[in-house]
């Protein structure tokens, strides 16, 4: 059973920076790609940033690009998100998950494995 393991969440100043990151364990497809998504109190799942394992291709949401960048270590088999002039708004849940079906990269239900989230706060 594959299992992700978020971490890095805290407690960040506006401006400020952050890295979360995703350990991956477990079998997984040769070819595979995961995701950062976050949810916000009362809020679904909003896609963040997307990566091709094998490739390195990213994809982000607008309100993150230019801030925001995925990347991943395949020795350390870790995800990462580095997070730099974060605001207010980006205060979350954040979440990686691994995509097992076909389909939009953006949309959570191509996700069936999810780690447990990693909380971002950004205070003022």
């Known amino acids: 059973q594959v299992q992700l393991v978020e971490s890095g969440g805290g407690l960040v100043q506006a401006g400020g920076s952050l890295r979360l990151s995703c350990a991956v364990s477990?079998?997984?497809?040769?070819?595979?790609?995961l995701a950062w998504f976050r949810q916000a109190p009362g809020q679904e799942h909003e896609f963040v940033g997307f990566?091709?394992?094998?490739?390195?291709?990213?994809f982000h949401t607008d309100s993150v690009k230019g801030r925001f960048t995925t990347s991943r270590d395949a020795a350390k088999n870790t995800l990462y998100l580095q997070m730099n002039s974060v605001k207010l708004e980006d205060t979350a849940m954040y979440y990686c998950?691994?995509?097992?079906?076909?389909?939009?990269?953006?949309?959570?239900?191509?996700?069936?494995?999810w780690g447990q989230g990693t909380q971002v706060t950004v205070s003022s």
């Open positions: 998950a691994l995509r097992t079906s076909n389909g939009p990269y953006y949309l959570p239900a191509m996700y069936s494995i």
């Open positions: 990566i091709n394992w094998d490739t390195g291709r990213t």
């Open positions: 477990g079998p997984t497809a040769d070819s595979r790609s």
